[in-house]
């Protein structure tokens, strides 16, 4: 039932800032913790980020300092600001909802690449 769809990636310099939107339908929204992953070619799903229904962060020890995880429930979207990346952030980029119901749906992903 739940639908998420991602947005923002592109092609970005090393240093360089991008800031990726994940747009949820058919949960209670801000009911929901929120989730970032990646995936780069050749490799497993990779935890990036994580907010909580009432606001609190977590991120990757890889990301931490230059990533920021928020939300808009008034919009049903979270947000990744990524700032100074690096060529290793190359990856294609999802949102997920933590929930029971929600656990095996994932979006299309937004690819990121990070180069010169």
């Known amino acids: 039932q739940v639908q998420l769809v991602e947005s923002g990636g592109g092609l970005v310099q090393p240093g360089g800032s991008l800031r990726l939107s994940c747009a949820a339908s058919?949960?209670?929204?801000?009911?929901?913790?929120m989730y970032w992953y990646r995936q780069a070619p050749g490799k497993q799903h990779e935890f990036v980020a994580y907010?909580?229904?009432?606001?609190?962060?977590n991120y990757a020890s890889s990301v931490k300092g230059r990533f920021t995880i928020s939300r808009d429930n008034g919009k049903n979207t979270v947000y990744l600001q990524m700032n100074s990346l690096k060529p290793e952030d190359t990856a294609v980029y999802y949102c997920?909802?933590?929930?029971?119901?929600?656990?095996?749906?994932w979006g299309q992903g937004t690819q990121v690449t990070v180069s010169s």
């Open positions: 997920h909802a933590g929930g029971s119901d929600t656990w095996g749906t």
């Open positions: 058919g949960i209670d929204f801000g009911t929901y913790d």
């Open positions: 907010i909580t229904s009432g606001g609190k962060t």
